[in-house]
Nanobody, 123 residues
Framework: QVQLVESGGGLVQAGGSLRLSCAAS????????MGWFRQAPRKEREFVAA????????LYADSVKGRFTISRDNAKNTVYLQLNSLKPEDTAVYYC????????????????WGQGTQVTVSS
């Protein structure tokens, strides 16, 4: 079992930056692929970014490529999402998730989820 706790959300102006963190419990963090997803009001939860267990491979949604960066520190059991050049359409609750079988953009492959952190981008 893995417990995930996100932090770092907030209110920021368009063009600004935020850094989200996701702290994981348990000794098996380094074996999980990790992902970030987001859900805006009245919309489906969508994939944002993912990173392999070693951190050697990453994957991004086209809408955030070049603006967001996912990274992880296995020694600290933490995965990060750096959000730059934020746009109002990035406003959503951001969730981190753990995939014990690999990593990718399919939300149904992720077995463990955090409670989410709100990101609001004003225009």
């Amino acid at each position: 079992q893995v417990q995930l706790v996100e932090s770092g959300g907030g209110l920021v102006q368009a063009g600004g930056s935020l850094r989200l963190s996701c702290a994981a419990s348990g000794r098996t963090f380094s074996t999980y692929g990790m992902g970030w997803f987001r859900q805006a009001p009245r919309k489906e939860r969508e994939f944002v970014a993912a990173i392999s267990s070693s951190g050697g491979s990453t994957l991004y949604a086209d809408s955030v490529k070049g603006r967001f960066t996912i990274s992880r520190d296995n020694a600290k059991n933490t995965v990060y999402l750096q959000l730059n050049s934020l746009k109002p359409e990035d406003t959503a609750v951001y969730y981190c998730a753990a995939d014990p079988t690999g990593f990718g953009n399919r939300k149904y492959a992720y077995a463990y989820w955090g409670q989410g952190t709100q990101v609001t981008v004003s225009s």
